[in-house]
């Protein structure tokens, strides 16, 4: 097909035929053809029928096939309806979005577990009468008849006999042996020079604390010192490093625990000051001290917790010093204290029993170096002194002390019976926990006294050293040991159910021969001995099982050994 000759009018035309098309719509449903007109007739017939098309003209009736003229002609409005929107609204988008696929599982898991057992015994007999016995009754009774008697009393001789009496059975492993099972130590109380001079086992067994000082010649009471404690139960104990650590402004002489609170412990200053610290507060440990106002004006050689009179479960804090002063101390929180009671030891006022030496003009108060209270009176306490008497001692007393010392309360001499005197200073004594009139005492002379407080001579005396003698303690188990430090390095352990003349054990704690000054027992583990040195070591030993076991009749042989010789 050839291409169709375009005309210049024929857009414009086209647009015109198109209009004349929308206004000559439909009329009763036919479209007139005379108003319909294309656009290359519009072109094949000239600008005249382009212009009468533009007109809206109808077409010539002047012989077929050729247009008439347009004519104009008024139609009725005609409208169309739009299809867009109902296109446009056609139109739609849908869009999803798809996350990543859910994964599920089931699972499930089944357990069973059965077991057989069965246990065959042998098959049961029928029990069946016993075959009777051949035997000659007559004979056997009077054979029982004849016997009676003798069985019978022999049967009383052993239901009266004492032979296991004290005897307990004793499942735990035999130690033979004494051995040492720690070796404590402060580096930096050490590097002081400072020596171990008191310990004290709190009241669980488990905690041990050592005061450093000094206790040979020389001012010591400006200088700093330490109250150190090891948990001996925890694990990885360093022997070097304390659980606790107090620093202390003056040497410390004396300590001991409460009897009941485990982190408790008073101490005995140099200055003369006495402490209450609380070893659970590492931060602020001190609960309480007395000053230097009506206290001590001498070195506190010991102090001891005793249980108030009309309140068994508070306790209050005993100290003894060399200025001759016994005071008993209440702590009443928020770190105060009071002054409770008083005594004070006067020559002068001393009982007259025994000779002692005449003291030095002007010279009236006693020093006192060490106590020891009974267990079997809780107010009689034994004295040691400078001048190396023991005194047996009351809190009852009542006789007032002769003496111009200040006090905030009454001082009373305590004093009631002198025992004769050791050949120097007394430097520890120690009550029986097993009889009530048996003591210790060591002295410098290096000999342990056993008194009884029905005499003044001693019952015995044993040369133990030929230096002083620091410390000597009961057992809490054995009524018949004791154990004493010695200025050569030595601790002796004595049974005297084996000999009263010689240690059954001397241990040696320290090898260059350096003073121990200080041991005490350990009442919950009972194996268990602690020893302080010069050297400002603490050794713990434990004793070998005949230390620990006592024997039968051992009360009977120290009440015995007690009744001869005080006859």
Known sequence: MAPMASCPQSSALESRGRSALRATARVGGAVSTATRAHPWQ???????????????????????????????????VASVPSQWRGVQGIRGATKSCQTASIVTAEASAQTRKHADAEVQTEALEPAGLLPVSQHDSPRLAAFLQRVEAMVTRELNKNWQSHAFDGFEVNWTEQQQTVTCLHTLGYPPAQRQGLHVTSVSWNTTGSVVACAYGRLDDGDWSTLKSFVCAWNLDRRGLNPRQPSVVVEVPSAVMSLAFHPTQPSHIAGGLYSGE?????????????????????????????????????????????????????LLWQGLGTGQRQLMEGFALVMQQLPRNTKLKKPHRGETEVGATAVAFSSFDPSLFVLGTEGGFPLKCSLAAEEAAVTRTPASVPLRAPAQFTFSPHGGPVYSVSCSPFHRNLFLSAGTDGHVHLYSM??????????????????????????????????????????????????????????????????????????????????????????????????????????????????
């Not at 382009?50 to 003229?69: C, Q």
């Not at 001498?298 to 200025?323: C, I, K, M, N």
């Not at 400002?536 to 099982?545: D, E, F, H, N, R």
Request: charge should be negative; proline fraction near 7%.
């Open 274 to 326: 006495v402490l209450v610290w609380d070893m659970s507060r590492p931060e602020d440990p001190l609960l309480w001290r007395t000053g230097l106002e009506d206290t001590h004006t001498d070195p506190v050689y010991q102090v001891a917790w005793l249980p108030e009179p009309r309140h068994g479960h508070r306790f209050q804090v005993l100290s003894v010093a060399t200025d001759g002063k016994v």
């Open 42 to 76: 519009l072109c094949s017939a000239g600008s005249a029928g382009a212009v009468a098309l533009a007109t809206g003209g109808a077409a010539s009736a002047e012989g077929p096939g050729r247009p008439g003229p347009l004519q104009d002609e008024t139609l009725g």
């Open 454 to 567: 029905l005499q003044a001579q001693p019952l015995t005396s044993l040369q133990l050293s030929h230096k002083y003698l620091f410390a000597v303690r009961w057992s809490p188990v054995r009524p018949l040991v004791f154990a004493a430090a010695s200025g050569e390095g030595d601790v002796l352990l004595f049974d005297l159910q084996k000999s009263s003349q010689k240690p059954t054990v001397l241990i040696k704690q320290t090898q260059d021969e350096s003073p121990v000054y200080c041991l005490e027992f350990n009442r919950q583990q009972t194996q268990l001995l602690a020893a302080g040195d010069a050297k400002g070591t603490v050794k713990v030993w434990q004793l070998s099982t005949e230390f620990t076991e006592q024997g039968p009749r051992e009360t009977e042989d120290l009440d015995r050994l007690a009744a001869e010789v005080a006859t």
